[in-house]
């Protein structure tokens, strides 16, 4: 199972400011890169989702920027607030075949107030 | 259901013991997934099914490890000789088939004492 490396492990932002989470994938098959939040106690939930062959997707205050040549792609949470406060997972899929989500390591991000 | 419910939601058990671990789909989904999540760690794939097809175990880490689905909705993840480095919490995921989101339980914490 090829590997997704997804840093930093752990993120503080001060409310307003901007979250930055990064993920490099390796096998050039992915074709769908989505990111999922968890809150604790809970299942992750799916945020937001890029395709390969777009290099940005926006929805409200995330965005992915996504780098197909390096194999790299990246959420950023703008104006983030202490309601962001989660662990992100970045992933990625290779649809049309047997699915297996291929998950990161996953960012513990705290906003403080 | 509304969405994937996974039982029990802890469970505490024995060195040595078998457990079973429960996982209700959404109804209709015919994709279903185990994933297990450490402490700290990202979500590691176990097993898929999809419909009627074979399942795909690459995931499973031992033979200790086992998993079926009764009539294509209702899945249990059967943990022979639970040992120590089984302590995680198990998630289950369920789609409608390829290509779509995966929705995720709550998932069961387990605990090996």
């Known amino acids: 199972q090829q590997q997704v490396k997804q840093s930093p492990q752990s993120l503080i932002v001060q409310k307003g400011g901007i979250s930055i989470i990064n993920c490099a994938y390796e096998n050039t098959a992915f074709d769908y890169f989505p990111w999922y939040q968890q809150f604790p106690g809970k299942g992750p939930a799916l945020l937001i989702a890029?395709?390969?062959?777009?290099s940005e997707k926006k929805e409200g205050r995330f965005t992915i920027s996504f780098n197909k040549s390096a194999k790299q792609f990246s959420l950023h949470i703008m104006d983030s607030q202490p309601g962001d406060s989660a662990t992100y997972f970045c992933a990625g899929d290779q649809r049309g075949s047997a699915r297996q989500l291929t998950f990161g390591s996953g960012t513990q991000l705290t906003v403080l107030p | 259901g509304a969405g994937v419910s996974q039982s029990p939601s802890n469970k505490v058990t024995e060195k040595g013991k078998d457990v079973e671990l429960r996982c209700d789909p959404i109804s209709g989904h015919t994709a279903l997934y185990w994933y297990r999540q450490s402490l700290g760690q990202g979500l590691e794939f176990l097993i898929y099914?999809?419909?009627?097809?074979?399942?795909?175990k690459s995931g499973l880490p031992s033979d200790r490890f086992s998993a079926e689905r009764t009539g294509g909705s209702v899945s249990t993840l059967t943990i022979q000789r639970t040992q120590q480095e089984d302590s995680a919490v198990y998630l289950c995921?369920?789609?409608?088939?390829?290509?779509?989101?995966?929705?995720f339980g709550q998932g069961t914490r387990l605990t090996v004492v």
């Open positions: 099914f999809q419909g009627n097809s074979a399942p795909d």
């Open positions: 890029i395709r390969p062959d777009v």
């Open positions: 995921a369920s789609s409608l088939g390829l290509n779509t989101e995966a929705f």
